[in-house]
């Protein structure tokens, strides 16, 4: 068993249950890229400041860095009896380079050291996300640019309202994953801040230069308040939550196509290599991985109550509590990473069966609206318009016609203003042809909103590189 560097003011050794039960490694391990990037970042600073010499910088760094290359090769076990990642490095170090490895911990506390990994951990993957949503993003764009024309029923209550375009239907889900994008941008503000320095609770009494390490790690600003930096956690609150909003978003777009794969709907098909068939009924093809998405979204809204929970009435500064921070934490990113990867290539994979989503469009009396309209331009009250109309889908309903095939004689009936031109509205292409306005889903105003959306993306990418 490996001693323990706070061995010390203690006599007894740790319970071996306690000691597997309070011990992190087995999780918190995955943050050793951070741990050593953190580290070598405060010996530098070390160094610098006159704390450190040259060659005892110079052996750590070199230490640090064949660690890190001995952990990725897989060469390396952890000690249980270490505790967690940071402790069981310096433990690492210190044998592989002697008594200089134990300087390193010197103007430093794990509290401060954890609090660096998880940010650089979160600010990472949190631009992995958007990477993600951006590939999905353009996925969903290369979709709408070819359906700008598709005319299928847009539904209110699930139930057929207004004929409009699948490209159109397209760009609302890309305007959900737009906000979502920014919602991880917004975030990464308040996650790209250099807590070291801060010690333990109340900063050290060695001269650091903490912009130094912010500077060398890459963050925006130093924290300004050292209990704050070791106790706040809010940022993975935030990443979590725009990760449920997310989550929530890619259970409606999933909910959509379960529901127009069925034979009832007929909408779309999903290839075979996104389907999986049934143990039992030969003629099945379940639509799996949309219902997976949207069931994963269980464990994902399940997180922010933990995390939120975690953080509830802890006094200032470091608890123990925040180490449970991490296993939601990393169960999220994977798993929205899992489901943006999973959707962004089920996409090109969805054959859109445009004859039915025509037919099911002109089906539940969907230009009724445009009717009304049509009157009301003739100067009657929209009100009584609504009436009119009413009364011609209820004489339609009890004669077995749709709004095309009754007579114009019949509509003069109702109305002597209805003239033949009432049947070029009439149309599905003439309802969503006359919805032409910005934002509307006329085909001319999808296109505008693709090309739109495309410069966003362009823009989103400029600011990457
Ligand atoms: N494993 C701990 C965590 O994840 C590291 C910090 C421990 N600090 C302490 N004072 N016990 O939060």
Redesign the pocket.
């Known amino acids: 068993m490996k001693e323990k560097p706070w061995q010390g003011r203690f006599t007894e050794s740790t319970d071996a249950f306690v000691e597997a039960f309070t011990a992190?490694i087995d999780f918190?391990k995955r943050l050793y890229k951070y741990d050593i990037k953190g580290s070598i970042a405060h010996a530098l600073m070390l160094n610098k400041s006159g704390i450190l010499s040259d060659s005892e910088y110079r052996q750590i760094k070199t230490g640090l860095t064949e660690i890190l290359n001995e952990i990725t090769d897989g060469k390396i076990e952890f000690s249980i009896s270490l505790?967690?990642?940071?402790m069981n490095i310096e433990s690492i170090l210190t044998e592989k380079i002697g008594d200089v490895g134990k300087k390193l911990h010197t103007g430093r506390?794990?509290?401060d050291?954890?609090a660096t990994d998880i940010r650089l951990y979160c600010r990472d993957e949190t631009d992995n996300i958007k990477k993600q949503i951006t590939l999905l993003m353009e996925q969903l764009l290369s979709v709408a640019k070819i359906h700008t024309h598709t005319i299928m029923p847009g539904f209110t209550h699930l139930q057929i309202a207004q004929p409009i375009t699948f490209g159109h239907h397209m760009m609302a889900w890309f305007e959900m994953l737009k906000r979502d994008y920014q919602r991880y941008e917004d975030s990464r503000k308040r996650t790209n801040i250099n807590p070291l320095g801060a010690a333990?609770l109340a900063g050290t009494t060695y001269p650091i230069d903490r912009n130094l390490t912010t500077e060398e790690l890459n963050f925006d600003v130093t924290s300004e308040n050292s209990l704050d930096s070791v106790s706040d956690r809010d940022f993975i609150i935030e990443l979590i939550s725009a990760s449920s909003i997310l989550m929530m978003h890619l259970t409606r777009f999933s909910e959509e196509l379960i529901i127009w794969s069925t034979s009832q709907f007929n909408f779309v098909e999903l290839s075979d290599s996104f389907s999986t068939g049934s143990s039992i009924m030969p003629q099945k093809k379940n639509p799996d991985v949309p219902e997976l998405i949207r069931g994963k979204s269980g464990r994902v809204f399940g997180h922010l109550f933990s995390i939120l929970t975690i953080m509830k009435s802890q006094p200032l500064a470091?608890n123990?509590d925040?180490?449970e921070?991490?296993e939601p934490l990393f169960d999220v990113i994977d798993n929205i990473k899992g489901c943006l990867k999973v959707f962004t290539e089920m996409m090109p994979n969805i054959s859109i069966n445009k004859e039915r989503m025509h037919q099911s469009a002109k089906e539940g009396f969907s230009t009724a609206t445009d009717l009304a309209d049509y009157l009301v331009k003739k100067g009657i009250p929209f009100r009584s318009c609504h009436d009119i109309v009413g009364s011609i889908v209820k004489y339609a309903l009890d004669n077995n016609l749709t709004l095309p095939e009754i007579s114009l004689a019949k509509y003069k009936e109702f109305n002597k203003l209805v003239e033949s031109d009432v049947f070029d509205i009439l149309t599905v292409e003439g309802s969503v042809n006359s919805r032409n306005h910005y934002g509307a889903t006329a085909p001319n105003q999808v296109s505008e909103a693709i090309n739109r959306a495309y410069k966003y993306i362009d823009n989103i990418k400029n600011n990457e590189d």
Request: charged share 40%; net charge negative; aromatic share 6%.
């Open positions: 992190s918190d505790e967690d990642i940071h506390s794990r509290n050291q954890v333990a470091y123990k925040n180490q921070d991490k």
